[in-house]
């Protein structure tokens, strides 16, 4: 048997066996995502293959961060490129010297050199931003860094073998082959029977390490590269944030919410496997920028952490592939949340930082461990993966979705888990308990009178605000909400729309006493149950009164009403922000913004009006129509705004680790120098208000909404500033 025959024989027994290991590595953890509660696969129509191209072939997310956007930019298309190389470098060692018989083959060789070398200086730039910049969403030690090995040592390996090969074929000098010219250079008087020799050498390291890295990729955080693209595909086509309609009426239901990892849907789990662990959700998470236990990033990772254990244990099949190669050799081990856990997190002022993560992601570290005495079984979900501080911490502004790069879905897996709490195990925050109970029974988060909620129409001078019953032909209902209705504060930014409106000359009404809640914070919180009789309540009366647009000043309440309202039979109802209406009017010329407002204004977007609903530019309009208003945009501001720290229940409920999240969002708004922070959002306002106390600014920075700031650009007046107590 000639060399070449051997050869050949080995090729195919190790590309077989490597195919054959990936494929048991990646059929297995298939197993284990079936475990999970069957979902509809929706795949993107046509609609959808636009934002999957963005995102997978653009990058569009790994540019959020330019210059990671770049280096990923060039080791994607850098791999796409060389696996042609691969197919040629196969085909040379297999042929003794042949190659793929391509058209203007040299310019092929030469694009080969390039790509690699680019390929070469952007792992050199992942290593610094790892290790000389050690940027902390980064995690470091051999384990991450692995990728780094692989992919310089297949680039090298490349460059040797096709500099051995020069050798060995006595090729001359070519521009076409900068490289690999080079290296043939270094070794002038090297033996033909050497050369060919090292290429042999370098050309199998080169397959070893391909296959190596075939088999590592689906056991290990670069799955990525194929879960991936599924994922983006087969994400949601619909409005961001949306949650999912529990069928409480399910009498087959054993619970409700995920109290089990086989709880979640295979759509969450294949988030699991998704994740690339970049930590950009962490770094732009308000509850790991302020010293909270919850890390978006490894929220996913103990899950996945959890899943593939408890896979393994259930269906008895292995992860690691081989397991003496991947697994240690050992005896399995179950990752758990240690001792730690029941202590806060240890929040670093050193500085006096704004914003820092390194607290959170030095405990999550500190606190996941592997533990072999105890089964995957055995180790409860809540508390033993996630604790409920955790739980609670998220403000659901879905930052962290936003800048996801694999399309991973982080909010609806925190509150199917608060939905367990509460709906199964009657566990919440006392204040937040205490909401939900007024809410119930009075239908606002102060347990204020029903009565009392359209007191706030007294208090406009000149200006009638008509119920639905005085005004039956109304255009729009003017969804007040509690904190509109109730909040002393919030009752300015009623009153300025009211105004505004009357001005422009459009017919609009009121439900008064008999508005109720609009289920947002139930919802958020995990109440569904709650939500849901809110919902049912909130439309019957839209039909009642013939209802066809609505218009609210709560991003929290548009959001709901607009997105999730039809889940429960709300058709046929424009729903608009204010900003949006007001932003028409003006376009329209039925408000004229006539008189100066000098004022330097830091617009803070809402997430529910921003991230949930791409409501950007319509606030920002109005403020530009202003005369005088010189409009500043903050370090994090639009699509990676920071949230104001209300949302998702946290309005209702104290912060007791790390540093306030409106005291953070203040300062980062303060750092701009503005004289107001304006915003579109009553939750929003009340937080940046609080923030300037805090910071004992308040007298020469105003939080304003955009209703306030317009209606003194309309009027020429500025409402009085009153007591913003809770109270009738």
């Known amino acids: 048997m000639g060399w070449q025959t051997a050869n050949w024989l080995l090729f195919v027994a190790a590309v077989g066996y490597g195919c054959y290991l990936f494929g048991k590595a990646v059929y297995r953890r298939v197993l284990y995502v079936k475990l999970g509660q069957a979902t509809e696969f929706k795949m993107r129509g046509r609609d959808g293959t636009g934002t999957f191209l963005s995102q997978v072939f653009g990058q569009k997310k790994l540019f959020k961060d330019l210059r990671s956007g770049l280096m990923h930019f060039v080791v994607f298309y850098g791999f796409i490129v060389l696996q042609f190389g691969a197919i040629d470098l196969i085909v040379k060692g297999l042929t003794a010297g042949g190659h793929l018989p391509l058209p203007a083959y040299e310019l092929f060789g030469l694009i080969q050199e390039i790509t690699v070398l680019l390929t070469l200086v952007?792992?050199?730039?992942?290593?610094?931003?790892?290790?000389?910049?050690?940027?902390?969403?980064?995690?470091?030690?051999?384990?991450?860094?692995?990728?780094?090995?692989?992919?310089?040592?297949?680039?090298?390996?490349?460059?040797?073998?096709?500099?051995?090969?020069?050798?060995?074929?006595?090729?001359?000098?070519?521009?076409?082959?900068?490289?690999?010219?080079?290296?043939?250079?270094?070794?002038?008087?090297?033996?033909?029977?050497?050369?060919?020799?090292?290429?042999?050498?370098?050309?199998?390291?080169?397959?070893?390490?391909?296959?190596?890295?075939?088999?590592?990729?689906?056991?290990?955080?670069?799955?990525?590269?194929?879960?991936?693209?599924?994922?983006?595909?087969?994400?949601?086509?619909?409005?961001p944030g949306k949650l999912k309609k529990l069928d409480l009426e399910d009498e087959e239901a054993e619970s409700f919410g995920v109290g089990k990892i086989e709880e979640f849907t295979q759509k969450q789990m294949l988030d699991f496997y998704a994740c690339v662990e970049c930590g950009r959700c962490t770094n732009v998470c308000p509850a790991s920028n302020t010293g909270k236990a919850l890390s978006p990033m490894h929220l996913i990772t103990k899950l996945r952490d959890h899943l593939t254990e408890k896979g393994a244990a259930v269906t008895g099949q292995s992860p690691w592939v081989p397991e003496f190669a991947f697994g240690g050799g050992g005896a399995a081990k179950t990752h758990t949340l240690i001792e730690i856990a029941g202590r806060a997190v240890e929040w670093n002022a050193e500085g006096d930082p704004i914003t820092d993560i390194r607290p959170t992601l030095a405990w999550q570290q500190a606190s996941w461990t592997a533990t072999p005495d105890t089964s995957p079984e055995q180790v409860e979900l809540i508390?033993?993966?996630?604790?409920?501080?955790?739980?609670?911490?998220?403000?659901?502004?879905?930052?962290?979705?936003?800048?996801?790069?694999?399309?991973?879905?982080?909010?609806?897996?925190?509150?199917?888990?608060?939905?367990?709490?509460?709906?199964?195990?009657?566990?919440?925050?006392?204040?937040?308990?205490?909401?939900?109970?007024?809410?119930?029974?009075?239908?606002?988060?102060?347990?204020?009178?029903?009565?009392?909620?359209?007191?706030?129409?007294?208090?406009?001078?000149?200006?009638?605000?008509?119920?639905?019953?005085?005004?039956?032909?109304?255009?729009?209902?003017?969804?007040?909400?509690?904190?509109?209705?109730?909040?002393?504060?919030?009752?300015?930014?009623?009153?300025?729309?009211?105004?505004?409106?009357?001005?422009?000359?459009?017919?609009?009404?009121?439900?008064?006493?008999?508005?109720?809640?609009?289920?947002?914070?139930?919802?958020?919180?995990?109440?569904?149950?709650?939500?849901?009789?809110?919902?049912?309540?909130?439309?019957?009366?839209?039909?009642?009164?013939?209802?066809?647009?609505?218009?609210?000043?709560?991003?929290?309440t548009f959001n709901t009403f607009k997105n999730e309202y039809p889940d429960f039979g709300l058709e046929d109802v424009e729903v608009l922000h204010h900003t949006q209406l007001l932003d028409r009017l003006i376009r329209e010329g039925k408000l004229r913004p006539r008189y100066e407002v000098k004022e330097r204004i830091a617009y803070h977007d809402s997430c529910y009006l921003g991230r949930y609903n791409n409501v950007y530019d319509e606030p920002r309009n109005i403020l530009r129509a202003i005369s005088g208003v010189e409009l500043v945009e903050m370090v994090r501001s639009r699509e990676n705004g920071m949230c104001c720290g209300a949302g998702g229940g946290m309005m209702w409920m104290e912060e007791t680790a790390g540093k306030r999240v409106n005291l953070a969002r203040t300062e980062q708004a303060l750092a701009v120098k503005p004289t107001v922070i304006g915003s579109a959002c009553p939750y929003c306002l009340t937080m940046m208000e609080d923030g300037t106390k805090m910071k004992e600014v308040a007298d020469d920075v105003r939080a304003k909404d955009i209703a306030e700031i317009l209606e003194q650009a309309v009027f020429g007046d500025s409402p009085l500033r009153q007591n913003h107590s809770i109270g009738g």
């Open 383 to 556: 508390g033993g993966v996630m604790t409920e501080d955790e739980i609670w911490a998220c403000t659901t502004c879905r930052n962290c979705e936003d800048q996801c790069p694999v399309g991973n879905g982080h909010v609806d897996k925190i509150v199917d888990l608060r939905r367990h709490l509460v709906l199964m195990q009657g566990s919440i925050p006392h204040e937040g308990q205490r909401a939900l109970q007024n809410i119930e029974r009075q239908g606002n988060p102060w347990g204020l009178s029903r009565s009392d909620r359209d007191k706030w129409t007294g208090e406009i001078e000149g200006v009638r605000v008509p119920t639905v019953r005085e005004n039956p032909d109304f255009e729009y209902l003017f969804f007040v909400g509690s904190m509109g209705a109730y909040d002393l504060r919030a009752r300015k930014i009623s009153r300025a729309l009211a105004r505004l409106l009357n001005e422009a000359g459009v017919s609009f009404a009121i439900l008064g006493n008999e508005e109720r809640n609009s289920g947002d914070t139930p919802r958020r919180m995990g109440n569904e149950m709650l939500f849901q009789q809110l919902a049912a309540d909130n439309i019957e009366t839209f039909r009642k009164y013939g209802v066809r647009k609505i218009v609210t000043t709560c991003p929290h």
């Open 122 to 239: 952007a792992m050199g730039y992942a290593a610094y931003r790892r290790y000389g910049e050690k940027l902390s969403r980064l995690k470091r030690g051999w384990k991450p860094s692995l990728v780094l090995y692989f992919i310089f040592s297949l680039m090298l390996s490349v460059l040797l073998s096709l500099g051995f090969e020069r050798l060995w074929l006595d090729l001359d000098y070519s521009g076409y082959a900068p490289v690999s010219s080079a290296i043939a250079r270094l070794f002038p008087h090297l033996p033909v029977a050497a050369a060919q020799a090292l290429f042999y050498l370098f050309w199998w390291l080169h397959l070893l390490i391909l296959l190596a890295f075939l088999v590592y990729v689906p056991q290990s955080k670069h799955f990525h590269l194929i879960t991936a693209p599924i994922n983006i595909w087969l994400g949601r086509a619909e409005t």
